[in-house]
């Protein structure tokens, strides 16, 4: 049955005066979905279902494979537990390990135990050794598959088989390194651009818009905010190809009517296929087939409220989100805070010349002729592009040449000294000496290289790769043992080693499986603990210190911030705890004083400088005894956190409105449903911000009461037409009518100026509107 005849069916059931007799009664019934409604800011607030699932399948290279399941042979535990060099004396060095692990669980218990485990080890482990050799080089198995398996056989290996294995592990390592970071910057973007593939102007559009931030947050994703017509080209045929897909998928489940399926797919629909056209048809039929059988998907809150969630967009939680998943498997990605013009124009100059020789002014500026126009909406690139001399020549090119060649050996003589990793690159650097070394290999690996005569880069990114895998392991395992071990202040104690050894056992039942250098740390206790304890020492430390720092002038960003650090560490010392229990109280007052604020606001008062906020603090505090006296004993301090947050709500309200299509400084479309919480927003805050919300609340509210004014007109045309809108020609034939009254014109211009575009708007909204009643008659 077609959904019209049963919301004509069901329109007649109820009366279908009554149901249009108040505009508000059933223009509640036009409830958001991406189904119906066309929204900019609908991808950039609301997670696509499939982003986690792409993102776990890119991190898949890091995560490898799964030790419990897929390594069942006690060969590899050996291999584990056995140190490089040591396979011939497996059963002495066996006896002294299991000594204290020997009870961890059921695996290593039986390893322990085994009387014949190292008759054959060392054969055992050298064939699977030259086994992996092989499968590093076979161009049959894929990059994935190599990344996420034969990368945990090179940490389980690579120390007992260096020369079989390790030239191949090093490369598939800064392969795997190199490659996960740039299809993660790639999978962040893909999910903030879903809605816009149908439109290659949209789509760079929002693109050019979020690299506005994204671009700074790390050197993969500037580098794709700079090719953004290429992106967003690759961007159309990825959804192109997933529109099929899903297409495929759908056509063969859609007639499954179990809750299960029904909430599987709609997820999908709501969340997934904005991008789909073909598919939002099908999407709506499927709710309402399984709306009859009782099966709603309950969709997160369309409307935003920046007083309940001051920071909701995908651009800066999301990137938030992703690279502490990364940073949990060992990559800390880097921003762009600290970067030289010289390292950008390296790698603009390097990516796009191919030469043996190093390129000099020339080749610098053909590059910055040809690229300039594109990316210098980039504010870190335009200053590069419009920085010239007198003789209109760019400044950043004059001195590329022998700047890059004395940066170069500047950087040999500086690795010479200290721990001399020019001659011994497996040494560790430090974590501040990865994050300088890994941005300027990024933007100078070529440089370097040629400079140098010899690829520097790929030795810091190894040994940076191998320090965040232990710093990972170290975080988890600090994290695993929280409330669970407490720890003296002495960090040389022999009672800390005991007492972490002991618990480090007891959690590695099952925990040891978690990643390759947990493994290790669990079948190595006394080692893990000495370095464990002094981790988790020097991390408390730098804690307390910076929780001193910020009870001395706390605000709303460190709360955040710290009180994140504490649930990872305030239960191993007591004086962590403490400061830690200062700071949640400093913060709950923070909390109250930014809650006071809104309070404010939405008695319709401005607080715009210092001097109106203690006018209606003052106010307040005598008119509302319930607010503490922290609050209302030092104003200037509430005042000052008040208009911080202030501050931060109108930021983000006209970074929300800047996601709209813009034509003159003019907002060519805004959807209905948003209008309901732009216009309340712009109301509350526009006077407390004039600066930035004055303008663009203006052109809000001017759009909206235009998209209102032409609702009012449909729902009195839908009530005035009633069945005969049931075709577009019914439509027009009657609205051709209607319009010929002079005086029904004049009240209806909006309606009346372009006919065919009424009814085409007319039926697509009274659709909406028996989607909706459909589904709330269901439920």
């Given at each position: 049955?077609?959904?019209?005849?049963?919301?004509?069916?069901?329109?007649?059931?109820?009366?279908?005066?009554?149901?249009?007799?108040?505009?508000?009664?059933?223009?509640?019934?036009?409830?958001?979905?991406?189904?119906?409604?066309d929204?900019?800011?609908?991808?950039?607030?609301?997670?696509s279902?499939?982003?986690?699932?792409?993102?776990?399948?890119?991190?898949?290279?890091?995560?490898?494979?799964?030790?419990?399941?897929?390594?069942?042979?006690?060969?590899?535990?050996?291999?584990?537990?056995?140190?490089?060099?040591?396979?011939?004396?497996?059963?002495?060095d066996?006896?002294?390990?299991?000594?204290?692990?020997?009870?961890m669980?059921?695996?290593?218990?039986?390893?322990?135990?085994?009387?014949?485990?190292?008759?054959?080890?060392?054969?055992?482990?050298?064939?699977?050794?030259?086994?992996?050799?092989?499968?590093?080089?076979?161009?049959?198995?894929?990059?994935?598959?190599?990344?996420?398996?034969?990368?945990?056989?090179?940490?389980?290996?690579?120390?007992?088989?260096?020369?079989?294995?390790?030239?191949?592990?090093?490369k598939?390592?800064?392969?795997?390194y190199?490659?996960?970071?740039?299809?993660?910057?790639?999978t962040?973007?893909?999910?903030?651009?879903?809605?816009?593939?149908g439109?290659?102007?949209?789509?760079?559009?929002?693109?050019?818009?979020?690299?506005?931030?994204?671009?700074?947050?790390?050197p993969?994703?500037?580098?794709?905010?700079?090719?953004?017509?290429?992106?967003?080209?690759?961007f159309?045929?990825y959804?192109?190809?997933?529109?099929?897909?899903?297409?495929?998928?759908?056509?063969?489940?859609?007639?499954?009517?179990?809750?299960?399926?029904?909430?599987?797919?709609?997820?999908?629909?709501?969340?997934?296929?904005?991008?789909?056209?073909?598919?939002?048809?099908?999407?709506?039929?499927?709710?309402?087939?399984?709306?009859?059988?009782?099966?709603?998907?309950?969709?997160?809150?369309?409307?935003?409220?920046?007083?309940?969630?001051?920071?909701?967009?995908?651009?800066e939680?999301?990137?938030?989100?992703?690279?502490?998943k990364?940073?949990?498997?060992?990559?800390?990605?880097?921003?762009?805070?600290?970067?030289?013009?010289?390292?950008?124009?390296?790698?603009?100059?390097?990516?796009?010349l191919?030469?043996?020789?190093?390129?000099?002014?020339?080749?610098?500026k053909?590059?910055?002729?040809?690229?300039?126009?594109?990316?210098?909406?980039?504010?870190?690139?335009k200053?590069?592009c419009?920085?010239?001399?007198?003789?209109?020549?760019?400044?950043?090119?004059?001195?590329?040449?022998?700047?890059?060649?004395?940066?170069?050996?500047?950087?040999?003589?500086?690795?010479?000294?200290?721990?001399?990793?020019w001659?011994?690159?497996?040494?560790?650097?430090?974590?501040?000496?990865?994050?300088?070394?890994?941005?300027?290999?990024?933007?100078?690996?070529?440089?370097?290289?040629?400079?140098?005569?010899?690829?520097?880069?790929?030795?810091?990114?190894?040994?940076?790769?191998?320090?965040?895998?232990?710093r990972?392991?170290?975080?988890?395992?600090?994290?695993k043992?929280?409330?669970?071990?407490?720890?003296?202040?002495?960090?040389?104690?022999?009672?800390?080693?005991?007492?972490?050894?002991?618990?480090?056992?007891?959690?590695?039942k099952?925990?040891?499986?978690?990643?390759y250098?947990?493994?290790?740390?669990?079948?190595?206790?006394?080692?893990?603990?000495?370095?464990?304890?002094?981790?988790?020492?020097?991390?408390?430390?730098?804690?307390?210190?910076?929780?001193?720092?910020?009870?001395m002038?706390?605000?709303?960003?460190?709360?955040?911030?710290?009180?994140k650090?504490?649930?990872?560490?305030?239960?191993?010392?007591?004086?962590?705890?403490?400061?830690?229990?200062e700071?949640?109280?400093?913060?709950?007052?923070?909390?109250?004083?930014?809650?006071?604020?809104?309070?404010?606001?939405?008695?319709?008062?401005?607080?715009?400088?210092?001097?109106?906020?203690?006018k209606?603090?003052?106010?307040?505090?005598?008119?509302?005894?319930?607010?503490?006296?922290?609050?209302?004993?030092?104003?200037?301090?509430?005042?000052?956190?008040?208009?911080?947050?202030?501050?931060?709500?109108?930021?983000?309200?006209?970074?929300?409105?800047?996601?709209?299509?813009?034509?003159?400084?003019?907002?060519?479309?805004?959807?209905?449903?948003?209008?309901?919480?732009?216009?309340?927003?712009?109301?509350l805050?526009k006077?407390?911000?004039?600066?930035?919300?004055?303008?663009?609340?203006?052109?809000?509210?001017?759009?909206?009461?235009?998209?209102?004014?032409?609702?009012?007109?449909?729902?009195?045309?839908?009530?005035?037409?009633?069945?005969?809108?049931?075709?577009?020609?019914?439509?027009?034939?009657?609205?051709?009518?209607?319009?010929?009254?002079?005086?029904?014109?004049?009240?209806?211009?909006?309606?009346?100026?372009?006919?065919?575009?009424?009814?085409?708007?007319?039926?697509?909204?009274l659709?909406?509107?028996?989607?909706?009643?459909?589904?709330?008659?269901?439920?």
């Amino acid at each position: 049955m077609s959904l019209f005849v049963k919301a004509y069916i069901l329109l007649n059931l109820i009366d279908i005066k009554t149901v249009f007799s108040k505009n508000e009664d059933f223009l509640d019934l036009i409830n958001y979905s991406p189904l119906n409604e066309d929204d900019s800011l609908f991808p950039l607030t609301h997670r696509s279902a499939l982003y986690d699932l792409r993102l776990a399948y890119q991190l898949q290279k890091l995560e490898l494979e799964n030790l419990w399941y897929n390594y069942k042979h006690d060969y590899y535990y050996v291999a584990a537990m056995l140190a490089p060099g040591r396979l011939s004396y497996c059963q002495n060095d066996m006896t002294k390990i299991c000594t204290n692990i020997k009870n961890m669980n059921e695996r290593v218990q039986g390893i322990c135990t085994s009387k014949t485990i190292c008759n054959h080890a060392y054969n055992e482990i050298m064939t699977k050794i030259k086994k992996t050799a092989q499968e590093l080089s076979d161009e049959k198995i894929s990059e994935h598959d190599k990344c996420n398996k034969l990368q945990m056989r090179c940490f389980l290996f690579e120390r007992h088989g260096m020369q079989y294995l390790n030239e191949k592990c090093k490369k598939l390592k800064e392969s795997c390194y190199n490659k996960v970071r740039m299809e993660v910057a790639r999978t962040l973007l893909y999910d903030i651009l879903r809605g816009t593939s149908g439109d290659s102007g949209s789509c760079i559009g929002r693109l050019k818009n979020v690299c506005q931030l994204l671009s700074q947050q790390s050197p993969e994703l500037l580098t794709l905010c700079m090719d953004y017509t290429k992106v967003c080209n690759e961007f159309i045929s990825y959804s192109q190809e997933e529109c099929k897909h899903f297409g495929t998928q759908f056509l063969s489940k859609q007639e499954i009517m179990t809750e299960e399926n029904c909430i599987k797919w709609l997820k999908i629909c709501y969340y997934v296929i904005p991008d789909c056209q073909n598919l939002h048809s099908l999407c709506r039929s499927f709710r309402i087939e399984c709306s009859e059988k009782g099966f709603f998907y309950n969709s997160k809150e369309h409307n935003f409220d920046l007083f309940k969630n001051p920071s909701t967009d995908l651009d800066e939680t999301d990137i938030q989100h992703t690279y502490e998943k990364l940073h949990d498997l060992g990559i800390h990605v880097t921003g762009l805070e600290k970067y030289s013009e010289l390292q950008v124009a390296n790698f603009l100059v390097q990516e796009y010349l191919v030469q043996e020789y190093y390129p000099g002014y020339l080749q610098c500026k053909k590059i910055f002729d040809q690229k300039c126009s594109s990316i210098q909406y980039l504010e870190p690139i335009k200053q590069m592009c419009t920085s010239k001399d007198s003789r209109n020549l760019y400044n950043v090119c004059h001195d590329m040449y022998a700047g890059t060649r004395n940066y170069c050996y500047s950087l040999q003589s500086k690795l010479k000294q200290g721990i001399w990793f020019w001659w011994y690159p497996d040494r560790p650097l430090s974590k501040e000496e990865c994050k300088e070394y890994l941005l300027v290999c990024y933007f100078m690996h070529k440089a370097i290289t040629y400079w140098l005569s010899y690829d520097l880069c790929k030795d810091i990114r190894l040994v940076c790769y191998q320090a965040g895998l232990e710093r990972a392991a170290n975080m988890a395992l600090m994290k695993k043992l929280n409330r669970k071990l407490t720890l003296e202040n002495n960090p040389e104690s022999s009672n800390n080693q005991k007492n972490c050894e002991k618990v480090l056992i007891q959690e590695c039942k099952h925990f040891m499986y978690h990643s390759y250098y947990i493994l290790y740390s669990c079948l190595h206790p006394k080692e893990a603990c000495k370095n464990l304890t002094t981790f988790v020492n020097s991390n408390s430390k730098d804690l307390e210190k910076n929780l001193k720092d910020t009870l001395m002038d706390p605000d709303y960003d460190k709360c955040k911030k710290y009180k994140k650090e504490c649930h990872k560490l305030e239960f191993y010392f007591q004086s962590t705890k403490k400061l830690c229990g200062e700071l949640n109280t400093a913060c709950k007052n923070i909390d109250e004083a930014i809650l006071l604020g809104v309070n404010i606001l939405k008695k319709g008062s401005d607080l715009y400088n210092e001097s109106s906020c203690l006018k209606h603090l003052a106010e307040h505090c005598r008119q509302n005894s319930s607010y503490s006296h922290t609050v209302c004993r030092d104003k200037i301090k509430t005042c000052n956190h008040i208009l911080k947050r202030v501050s931060a709500y109108c930021t983000q309200l006209s970074r929300y409105l800047s996601h709209y299509e813009v034509s003159n400084n003019h907002i060519t479309h805004i959807s209905y449903s948003r209008c309901a919480s732009f216009k309340y927003h712009c109301k509350l805050l526009k006077s407390s911000c004039p600066g930035s919300l004055n303008n663009i609340c203006a052109e809000v509210e001017k759009k909206c009461n235009n998209t209102s004014t032409q609702t009012n007109e449909l729902n009195n045309l839908i009530k005035a037409f009633g069945e005969g809108i049931s075709t577009h020609e019914k439509c027009k034939k009657k609205l051709h009518k209607i319009c010929e009254n002079s005086t029904t014109k004049q009240k209806m211009n909006i309606s009346c100026t372009n006919i065919n575009n009424t009814c085409k708007h007319l039926i697509d909204h009274l659709g909406k509107i028996c989607h909706g009643l459909a589904l709330k008659i269901f439920k």
